[in-house]
């Protein structure tokens, strides 16, 4: 009669622990879900991007639709994964569209203009003189955008939306 009574017991917890398992599960997938598919929180960090983006580092927003139905533009901040380095993601701003006509500087007394190919944007950083950009890599696929920024959390002084 004990024996009964324990395996009562233990069907009720195995029961219960299936249910919080069940649960955390279903709360991962959806945070899987929103973190790769909607939106996620970044650190951005380092010299290019400023002053738009501090040095020292900002907790941006960036969504993960506009990309994937073709509403980025010129002058939107994205993350992109480097052509030169794929474990790495750069923030930078689109410059152009595929099709624009680009005019940038190689160094400070040569000019050189390029038209962004089919299916490329040209990006650059805010910060012209320390950012490793289209200027040095060519014109990136539009497929290598991960996510447009659209809100910085912190620091507190720089809460809101981006200028452009």
């Not at 945070?31 to 501090?54: A, E, F, R």
């Not at 940038?104 to 805010?126: A, C, E, L, N, R």
Request: charged letters at 20%; a positive charge.
């Amino acid at each position: 009669m004990r024996l009964l009574s324990y395996m009562g017991q233990w069907k009720s917890a195995a029961k219960e622990v299936l249910d919080r398992t069940a649960i955390v599960a279903k709360f991962l997938c959806l945070l899987h879900v929103t973190n790769n598919y909607l939106c996620s929180p970044t650190l951005v960090y380092g010299p290019s991007m400023l002053p738009t983006l501090n040095l020292t580092g900002d907790v941006v927003l960036a969504e993960h639709v506009s990309h994937r139905i073709g509403k980025v533009g010129t002058g939107d901040v994205v993350l992109v994964r480097s052509p030169v380095d794929p474990r790495r993601i750069l923030t930078k701003r689109v410059v152009g569209m595929e099709g624009d006509t680009v005019s940038f500087y190689v160094d400070p007394m040569y000019s050189q203009t390029t038209v962004v190919p089919k299916g490329h944007v040209w990006i650059q950083g805010d910060n012209t003189y320390a950012s490793s950009d289209s200027r040095h890599f060519g014109s990136v696929p539009y497929g290598l955008i991960q996510g447009k920024v659209f809100f910085r959390v912190w620091p507190p002084d720089g809460f809101g939306t981006l200028e452009q």
